[in-house]
């Protein structure tokens, strides 16, 4: 069964890194190219981010016993496939757990100009997933 303090919870948390992230835009990408606190900081909440997206997409398959499960992105096609999110946000998130492998990795160099681009054009994927779900839940569970 789907919990709802535990869908508030990752729903707040996926909105307050959002926030987090928004917060951070405003510098030119050759000054954030150039300041590695800011870079961490960046990547340390996209990782967060993308990571209570993850939570919650297995937390709604887990209680809705959806399938298929297993690995992240696994976990974001199940409620993808069940129509709790869209094919487009499906997408872009399974996308999202790639790109937060290379961050929580460091496969190769993370490439700072490609971080500072999802920071400027990719939030809104974020605050969509959080508002698909928080839908789904509000017209499944209550």
């Known amino acids: 069964m789907v919990d709802e303090a535990i869908v508030a919870d990752k ?3 996926v909105n307050e890194y959002t926030r987090d992230q928004e917060e951070m835009r405003g510098m030119s990408k050759a000054e954030y ?3 590695v606190v800011i870079q961490r900081a960046v990547e340390r909440t996209l990782m967060n981010l993308i990571q209570t ?3 919650l997409a297995q937390h709604v398959r887990a209680g809705e016993g959806l399938e298929p499960s297993g690995t992240a992105k ?3 096609e199940a409620i993808g496939n069940a129509d709790v ?3 487009e946000t499906q997408e872009r998130l399974e996308e999202a757990v790639g790109f937060r492998n290379v961050l929580a990795h460091r496969y190769g160099d993370v490439d700072h100009d490609v971080v500072y681009d999802v920071l400027h054009t990719d939030l809104h994927w974020f605050e969509r997933f959080q508002r698909e779900v928080a839908q ?3 017209q499944h569970h209550q």
């Open 11 to 13: 729903l707040r948390h």
């Open 33 to 35: 190219v150039e300041d």
């Open 53 to 55: 997206c993850i939570d």
């Open 74 to 76: 696994q976990e974001i």
């Open 85 to 87: 999110i869209s094919a």
């Open 136 to 138: 789904w839940f509000q």
